[in-house]
Structure formats: structure tokens, C-alpha cells
């Protein structure tokens, strides 16, 4: 095997080195198998014809293994509950509608877009009603973004590293083409009091979800979602219209949106209180902490996947921050004591998912595969210790620490925490 310079320790290949030495000197990465004298047999699928075209499509019969992590819902709070995306089956940056995340505080309703109302009322000089019809014929634009439940991760802030896969510690995380029109359009449209400041939404689920957040981001990029990658929102994401509210913890985004009130402050709803505030050490709470923090995680190779050969691998994963855009992700392969930068794949969206990756030659040895991202804000990525040390041990939201996963000798990939 041909000697590199590596970048960093423990194997990872920095980019540019990487392209002065050409791929074809990476004798390592070819698995392919040369092809044998004799002419392969002919497939029987190429013998005769397949089934038409369809009306609305489906994946493979060999990708059924891609799906939801759903957790049961407990029979006492019906409907409540979550399911995760396989982040680590996924590639790219969008989400598949059918594969986006889910939570849901009381189920998801079965809402007739006909029968549905969106009402805007409050500290305004016109309350108005909105039917879907209405609001379809009001000006959209489309916009990449990120969504993340504050819940997400919340097992990495357990006493100890569960041997799990990337979509179950992190899964509670999608990015999709969200289109829709603009709150401040409405807004403009029913005329905002001088004395508003804060906007309540609220969701015509059996729950109610209810949540504040200030005017000036209602008035920014605040929207009113009714399309997902291109079709009507699902059902699951709030059909037929959601709140959107970028780069903030999820449970701000109101799912099957019903009202929209101005007011002079936050209404203090029970999920504004009871839920999505966190606890400190001296027994006070954070409310109202909106921005996801800046984050990263190696989906691959990554939880309860095993290296089958030494070489040459892509570590490659996804990278986010609530603050703004993504400016650079570092990889370690040896704990944390060297990093070397992994190359994003375009040109980093504000508030969507980034894809990074970088080559690294696995020898055979243990390793310690983690990443680090910073966001254009300057923010960096806090260590698992450090995000513990801000919060009493009974949180579990807004955890963005770095996730590492080792690899054994055996190539078997485990969470750990040191
Ligand atoms: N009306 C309503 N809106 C809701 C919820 C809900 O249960 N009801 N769940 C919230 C939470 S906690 C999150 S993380 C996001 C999840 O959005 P998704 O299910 O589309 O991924 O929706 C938010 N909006
Ligand atoms: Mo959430």
C-alpha cells in the first residue's frame, strides 16, 4: 500500500492533498471487481417487460429496511409521540417527505382543507379569516431549511453512552423545500397595533399547541408552509398548513395552524412553561430559548455500523446551525487531538442542513471518529461536557455537543462518550 501525507492524525486525507495525489493513487478505494472473462448471465428482469408507470410512486422492495424510527405512544396521552429520520441511510441534504421526522403532542388530526380556517386576530386594525383557498392565492417563495425538535439528542445527556444507531440518538432532525407565504404578508395585510410585540400560534390539534414568539421574527422570515419538497405538506407536518419559524427549536413550527394572535407578550402557554424551558443548576429555568444550537454529527461510518475492510472510507455527515450558516466542519479520527477540515458539499444554505465529508484510511487500529462544526456567527460546536456543565442533569433539550463514535479493531462502531 502507497504511503500518504495525512493531514491529521489517524488517517483522515485533507482534500486538496488529496487532489494533488489523483484519485487513482487511492489503489485502496477500488472494491469493484474486475470483470471476469466469461459474459454474465442475463438478469431476468432484462428479459421481459416490468409494470408501468404509476400514479404516485414507491421505493424499492429492496429499500424497505429505510424508514421511521416510530417510539410507541403511550396509551395514557394517545397520539403523543415521535419517529426519527434514518439519517444514517440517508445521503444529500433533503429530507424524503415520507421519512421526515414526526412529533406530535396529540396525534395527527384528519383535517378537510375545506373545512379549515386560519384566523388572525388580536392587537390588529383588521382581524381577518383565511380559507386554504385564500391563503394559495396570496405571492410564496421557497426556502431550504432545517427542522429540529429541542428534544433532539436528549439521550446523550444520559449517564451512559447507549450502543445505538445515529437516527435514534439524533433522528428528531429534517431538512426539506418548504413554500408557502410569508407571515408578514398577512400581517401587513390585517395591520399590526402599535402595541404588539409577540405572536401566538396556535395548532387545531387535540392539543392545542400553543406557542410565542416575538414580532420581530414573525416580520423576518417567519412563513406559512403549504408545500414540502414541491407537494402539499403530509398530514404528519401539518396539513394542510403549518407556521414556519427558521432555525428555531421545532415546537415554535405549529403544525395544522388555526390562529394567529398579536399580544403585548408571551402568552405563557402550558408548552411555553411545563415543556420546552430548561432546567439550570440553581432551579431556575431558560424560557424561550429559541435558536437550535450549532451542530454536527458523522452519520457515516456511525452507531451499530461495522467497517468491513481496511482503507480507504468517506466519513461524511451533516452539519447545522440555528444562528445562520454553516462555515466549517473539522473531523478528528484520534479523540479530539488533531482535526483537520472536511470539504462541504455546496455552498453552505442559511438554516439548512450541510453536507461534509472527507476521506480518511482506516488501518485497522482503534479509532475515535468525531466532528466539530462553526457557524458564520462564529459559534463552534461545545464539546458533550461542556453543554452538560451549562444545564442541571435534569435536562434534556438543546443538546448540540459533539457526538463521538469509536471503531474497534473488529471496524464495529459504538456511541461513546470519552
Ligand atoms: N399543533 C402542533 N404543532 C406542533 C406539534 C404538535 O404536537 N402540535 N409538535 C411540535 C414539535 S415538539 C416539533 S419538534 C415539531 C415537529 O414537526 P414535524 O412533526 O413536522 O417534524 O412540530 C411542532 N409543532
Ligand atoms: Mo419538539
Redesign the pocket.
Known sequence: MKNFDLAAGNGLINRRHMLSLGMASFGSVVVSKSLAAQTPDIPAWSKSPGPGASEYGAPSRFTDDIKRLASASNPITPG?G?SRTPLHLLQGTITPNSL???????GVPDIDPAEHRLIIHGMVRQPLVFSYEDLLAYPQTSHTYF??????SGASTGANAVDTSAATLHG?L?CAQWTGVMLSTLLDEAGIGPDASWVMA????A?????SIPLYKALNDVFIALYQNGEP??P???YPM??FVPGW?????????TQIKLTDGPANFK?ETSR?TELLTNGKALQFTFPMGVKSLITSPSGQMSLQRQGLHEVTGLAWSGHGGIRRVEVSADGGMTWTDAHLDQNPANLALVRFRIPWQWSGGPAILQSRATDATGNVQPTREAVLALYSSANRYHFNGIQRWAVSVQGEVKNVYA
Open positions: 403523543t415521535a421526515h421526522f414526526e412529533r406530535h403532542h396529540s427542522l429540529e425538535c429541542s428534544g433532539n428528531l429534517s396556535t395548532g387545531a390539534d392539543a392545542s399547541l400553543g406557542r405538506i403530509r404528519e407536518q401539518g403549518r407556521m427549536e421545532g415546537n415554535v413550527s405549529v403544525k395544522w395552524l408548552d420546552y
